[in-house]
T-cell receptor, first 114, second 110 residues
Framework: GENVEQHPSTLSVQEGDSAVIKCTYS??????FPWYKQELGKRPQLIID?????GEKKDQRIAVTLNKTAKHFSLHITETQPEDSAVYFC?????????????FGQGTILTVHP | DSGVTQTPKHLITATGQRVTLRCSPR?????VYWYQQSLDQGLQFLIQ???????AKGNILERFSAQQFPDLHSELNLSSLELGDSALYFC?????????FGPGTRLTVL
């Protein structure tokens, strides 16, 4: 089955700096890669996603890049703000055979210091 | 608010007991997914239903079962509970690839 590795497990930055979180996946059939943000005790919230036919996607201060050949994808947050502090999860899905079940990375605790 | 609702919010019970968690998907979503989130295992996929039928199974124990009803709400049944079953249980629903999560049920087994 699919295996998703996520690094780093913790990331501490100063407000205004950029943050980058990286994930690798094992199943070449995976074709959908969402990122979720989870605040303490809350639900995971979808913040951005990318499909395998696209190399990069941007939404304001966040962007995701995908390298299918190397089987890795990354989340980039620019101009970080204290409210960006949360746990971020990457995930991979094969919407074909596995009907969209998400395999999650282990999560990255992002702390943005004012 | 994702539009996905889950009840109850919290559940405290004893080992050996049985509980039922309930999920109502977003209006129009036919797929419901159940995930377990624990400190040591992260977010783990349990099972998926699509329009009343089981579609995919993940790391779901035999003591756990689920179903999706004609009105598309879903229930996750956990029986013979053990201490290690204490976790946050999320359901998510989708119409396409994007999955939207409910607020979760925090289960504590004492």
């Amino acid at each position: 089955g699919e295996n998703v590795e996520q690094h780093p497990s913790t990331l501490s930055v100063q407000e205004g700096d950029s943050a980058v979180i990286k994930c690798t996946y094992s199943d070449s059939a995976s074709n959908y890669f969402p990122w979720y943000k989870q605040e303490l005790g809350k639900r995971p919230q979808l913040i951005i996603d990318i499909r395998s036919n696209v190399g990069e996607k941007k939404d304001q201060r966040i962007a995701v890049t995908l390298n299918k050949t190397a089987k890795h994808f990354s989340l980039h947050i620019t101009e970080t703000q204290p409210e960006d502090s949360a746990v971020y999860f990457c995930a991979a899905s094969d919407s074909g055979v596995s009907y969209g079940k998400l395999t999650f990375g282990q999560g990255t605790i992002l702390t943005v210091h004012p | 608010d994702s539009g996905v609702t889950q009840t109850p919010k919290h559940l405290i019970t004893a080992t050996g007991q049985r509980v039922t968690l309930r999920c109502s998907p977003r209006s129009g979503d036919l797929s419901v997914y159940w995930y377990q989130q624990s400190l040591d295992q992260g977010l783990q996929f349990l099972i998926q239903y699509y329009n009343g039928e089981e579609r995919a199974k993940g790391n779901i124990l035999e003591r756990f079962s689920a179903q999706q009803f004609p009105d598309l709400h879903s229930e996750l049944n956990l029986s013979s509970l053990e201490l290690g079953d204490s976790a946050l249980y999320f359901c998510a629903s989708s119409a396409t690839n994007e999955q939207f999560f409910g607020p979760g049920t925090r289960l504590t087994v004492l």
